[in-house]
């Protein structure tokens, strides 16, 4: 590989207190022999000296682990679960590393599903949880084909032009180099508990240093998507970028332009909905990410830091975070309506705020930003149309007179609606005895919201209500909604 990884390697590194996860100095197991990859051998971390425990490991995956080791083959937990293990943190999930062929996976495991095109994942499902096994692949096969990331002239054919598989699967020293930052590049060997360590991925782990494998700047024109993970590292761990790893950011991230937006949307739900969307922003700000990614939002936060969109949006991202936290679900929907705030504020003359009330202004703001937004990230219809409904039912909050202002607690998506209204409030964008209103009304009970609405004046910009024909209303029944 292009870089080679001669550099992290230094002894040093080896020779420094283990203090992250104990106090005792690391041992090493030394090797005589070079390593059939010629890259430098592991460093062997035993069980005695690290801190990941068996417990914090779900069943499920000791219990594939188990299985393939009992069959003869080498298993490792890999990637994200090691990492976040020696850190103290909880896996979202356990991916699997093995030298078993994926058809050899499967028979070992009934409820086993094989999924993939060209490299084949298997799938073992346990109920809920899915415990991915991925055979070790070779050397130079770049990442990730479910991203239809190719690789570089490491396809072999057969006379069908078909592609042989073998020749895409090797072993753990090839594997580990097509990862892609050191602390993702740990392997913990279930058949002595030991942790495999070819690239300082445990010093750096506990420098907090998030550091690419190989050299940065030819791993992020591999796969570009490669900046967007530094940054969601970089704020879910808050590792420090080594300053290698960031340099060719600032260079390279027009790069970005060229992704698939539909992986770009993937990417985007992991940075913002993954718990540390905050910090997240932040960093993509920090390193010049942004533009690239959402141009619109990134032109508006910079123009205007301190307008009330730009605290509605940091507000968004906190409250998601805090969801997340707690275990509450969160969707893209309303995370889309946070983002491209004060974007739509901006698109629709009111850089500042309050948001105008005008549907057919609002309607023009929201789909021209959306519509340039959607060339970078695809925002699925399911989530684009009912954000457009959340900002759009916005001005129907100042109408607080009648039973109109009744029926839209009834509406379908009040509930987003209103939870926007908050953080308009409390962003200083409107006036936040406007939310507390709403707040209270909901809380009065049933009899009591009549009396609290057909009490109120008109407000002063509310259109007076028409009275309808009555042979009007029988043509235009209400709409199901
Ligand atoms: P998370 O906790 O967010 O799931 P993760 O490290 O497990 O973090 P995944 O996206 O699940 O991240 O990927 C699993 C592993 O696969 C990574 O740890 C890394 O080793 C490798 N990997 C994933 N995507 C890439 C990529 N684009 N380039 C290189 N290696 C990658
Ligand atoms: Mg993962």
């Known amino acids: 590989m292009a870089g080679g990884l001669t550099g992290p390697l230094e002894a040093a590194y080896y020779t420094q207190p283990f203090v992250m996860v104990q106090r ?69 999930d356990f991916d699997i590393a093995t030298d078993a062929h994926p058809e050899e996976v499967r028979k070992l495991f009934r409820n086993c599903r094989l999924i993939g095109r060209r490299f084949h994942l298997a799938h073992v499902r346990f109920g809920m949880e899915i415990i991915e096994v991925a055979t070790f692949r070779a050397a130079h096969t770049e990442a990730d084909e479910d991203h239809g990331v190719d690789e570089v002239g490491h396809r072999v054919l057969d006379e069908h032009g078909r592609i042989l598989r073998d020749n895409l699967y090797g072993n753990i020293e090839e594997d580990v180099w097509r990862r892609d930052f050191t602390a993702n590049a740990l392997y913990y060997n279930i058949s002595d508990y030991s942790i495999w360590d070819y690239v300082g991925g445990v010093p750096d782990a506990q420098a907090r240093v998030l550091r690419m494998i190989g050299d940065a700047e030819t791993r992020y024109r591999e796969d570009p998507v490669r900046m967007l993970r530094a940054a969601r590292f970089a704020a879910k761990l808050g590792f420090t970028l080594h300053p290698d790893t960031e340099a060719p950011l600032h260079r390279l991230a027009y790069m970005l332009d060229s992704v698939p937006p539909a992986r770009l949307f993937d990417e985007t739900a992991k940075l913002m909905l993954a718990g540390s969307g905050a910090a997240s922003f932040d960093r993509l700000i920090e390193l010049g990410l942004l533009p690239h990614l959402m141009p619109d939002l990134a032109a508006a936060v910079a123009e205007f830091p301190d307008a009330p969109g730009t605290r509605l949006l940091r507000l968004g991202l906190e409250n998601t975070d805090a969801r997340v936290r707690a275990d509450k679900s969160v969707t893209p929907t309303f995370l889309f309506a946070v983002l491209l705030w004060p974007a739509i504020l901006r698109a629709a003359g009111a850089p500042q705020g309050p948001l105008p009330s005008d549907p057919q202004l609002l309607l023009t703001a929201i789909d021209e930003v959306l519509g340039r937004q959607l060339r970078r990230i695809t925002l699925p219809k399911r989530f684009g149309l009912p954000m457009r409904d959340l900002i759009m039912l916005q001005p129907r909050f100042e109408r607080r007179s009648g039973r109109r202002a009744l029926r839209l607690l009834e509406h379908p998506k009040f509930r987003a609606a209103y939870d926007l209204l908050l953080l308009r409030a409390a962003a200083g964008e409107i006036d936040p005895e406007l939310a507390e209103w709403w707040t209270r009304l909901q809380e009065l009970p049933e009899a009591e919201r009549i009396a609290a609405v057909e009490g109120r004046p008109a407000e002063s910009g509310e259109a007076p209500r028409r009275k309808r024909s009555r042979s009007r209303r029988r043509r235009n029944p209400p709409a199901a909604t």
């Open 24 to 92: 005792k100095p690391v041992t090493l197991r030394s090797y005589e022999e070079e390593t059939p990859s010629g890259h430098p051998p592991p460093v062997i971390v035993p069980r005695a000296e690290h801190s990941i425990s068996r417990a914090n490991i779900s069943s499920n995956a000791l219990k594939v682990l188990y299985r393939l080791r009992d069959a003869g083959y080498q298993a490792f937990l890999v990637g994200g679960a090691v990492r976040d293990l020696l850190l103290g943190l909880h896996p979202k």
